[in-house]
């Protein structure tokens, strides 16, 4: 009597200390081997292994064994068929409480892997489906087992099935994470593919500013990621100076294409655009930031002399005033129909004019410093001097005038902009 409490004991501390290692295991097949090791030494058997029998499988696939050979059941064939058969025969999760006759259906489907040093194979059965299978030698003391060793191992292959069990659906979870961030990141990659392609339509109309919405776009996110914004943001940015003239889509051609000063009657035509940009845009989801509004305010400005609504400062969101000055910069260093690009220096004396007014300060010097920071050579890639071309900027010329800038705009920089240089 005492001896069955003692073996009660032992079996339950070591169901526990099974649930423990299951529970607390990080790593996979050192869980199974211990969990093996835990069975095998619960009832004093000498061998045995645990296979996996994973749904997409017709084949078995051996995770652990002890006093085996280490290829015992390896690809052991188990179609889907022969998984019917064994969940059939057993009808308890957990499998079978007793040895199965040799001629019973169980023992049959599983013949191959029988041998001299198997005595019992047990399915492990997680929600009604076959999970694995564990095969155990006999009792080192010769004793054949009892019907409370087979209720131990049923309740410790239920408890390893589970823990495979969990094993799976968490890969699976992770694997599913994994697709849906790939997916994710391609739709991204789409929808920002398809912007360019819609930015590049729209500035075919516009024979004379050819890649000015693309490169509009690259200026936006440049500045962005020097204001220290978040990855969203900067590529909503991207994407909002990709589209800030798409409203340019319903003025007339000839309005902006024209090789003159357009008259006021066809300038308040062309400075519909913002305003239709904004209609156009509004309807679509966009997955970044607040996109239409951009468009619509780009041609604001800080001291309320813009269009369409004459904002004023704080009215206008900071990221169309990021556009603004992206837009500004393209049309002063690209060539129109009447006027030739302005030289650096020219810029830099109209971003000192106009910031304040026209410009948000903040942003400028945002643009100074991730210009100043290519000229110093701190960037990996050169994207002003892929706009700008080869013979536009010139480092030692040029880096006076941008760090003299910054330093009026923001006293607080000075240091840190002599010390760039
Ligand atoms: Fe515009």
């Known amino acids: 009597m005492e001896s069955n409490t003692q073996k009660l004991i032992h079996s339950f501390g070591a169901l526990a200390d099974l649930g423990q290692e299951i529970a607390d295991s990080g790593d996979f097949m050192e869980m ?15 061998r045995g292994a645990i296979l996996e029998c994973p749904e997409h499988l017709e084949t078995t696939n051996c995770l652990a064994t002890w006093g085996l050979s280490d290829d015992y059941g390896v690809k052991f064939p188990i179609d889907s068929e022969t998984k019917e058969t064994i969940l059939s025969s057993t009808g308890v999760e957990g499998g079978p409480a007793t040895t199965e006759a040799k001629d019973g259906p169980l023992h049959q489907a599983l013949a191959g892997l029988y041998s001299q040093e198997i005595e019992l194979i047990v399915p492990m059965i997680v929600r009604g489906k076959l999970t694995g299978l564990v095969a155990l030698g006999g ?70 500013t050819q890649g000015h ?19 969203e943001e900067v590529e909503g940015m991207a994407i909002a100076g990709y589209l800030h003239d798409v409203g340019k889509l319903v003025v007339e051609r000839d309005i902006i294409n024209a090789p003159y000063k357009i008259d006021a009657k066809q300038s308040s035509e062309l400075n519909r655009h913002p305003r239709a940009g904004y209609d156009i845009l509004l309807p679509i989801h966009h997955p970044f930031a607040d996109i239409p509004l951009m468009a619509k305010y780009h041609h604001e400005r800080m001291d309320g002399r813009g269009y369409p609504d004459g904002l004023t400062d704080t009215q206008i969101p900071i990221g169309a005033k990021v556009v603004t000055l992206a837009d500004s910069f393209d049309a002063m260093t690209t060539d129109r129909p009447y006027k030739t690009r302005r030289s650096f220096a020219e810029v830099i004396h109209d971003l000192r004019r106009n910031t304040g007014t026209q410009f948000d300060p903040v942003v400028v010097c945002a643009f100074c410093r991730a210009l100043l920071k290519e000229l110093n050579g701190e960037t990996r890639e050169r994207k002003f001097l892929k706009m700008l071309g080869k013979n536009y900027l010139e480092a030692e010329r040029d880096k006076p005038l941008i760090i003299e800038l910054l330093s009026e705009l923001d006293p607080n920089t000075k240091a840190a902009a002599a010390g760039a240089d």
């Not at 199974?32 to 058997?45: F, P, Y």
């Not at 131990?152 to 659906?169: D, E, F, P, Q, S």
């Not at 690259?218 to 204001?227: D, G, L, P």
């Open 32 to 46: 199974v081997r211990t969990s093996l090791h835990l069975l095998l030494g619960t009832l004093a058997i000498r």
């Open 139 to 208: 009792k080192a003391s010769g004793e054949p087992f009892t019907q409370d060793d087979l209720e131990v191992v049923r309740a410790m292959v239920r408890h390893i099935g589970v823990g495979i069990h969990t094993h799976r659906l968490l890969a699976e979870v992770r694997q599913q994470a994994i697709e849906n961030g790939r997916l994710y990141f391609d739709l991204r990659a789409i929808y920002r593919d398809t912007v360019r392609a819609f930015a590049a339509a729209i500035d075919i109309k516009d024979k004379y």
């Open 213 to 231: 919405s693309d490169r509009v776009g690259k200026y936006s996110e440049i500045i962005a990621r020097e204001m220290g914004w978040g990855e």
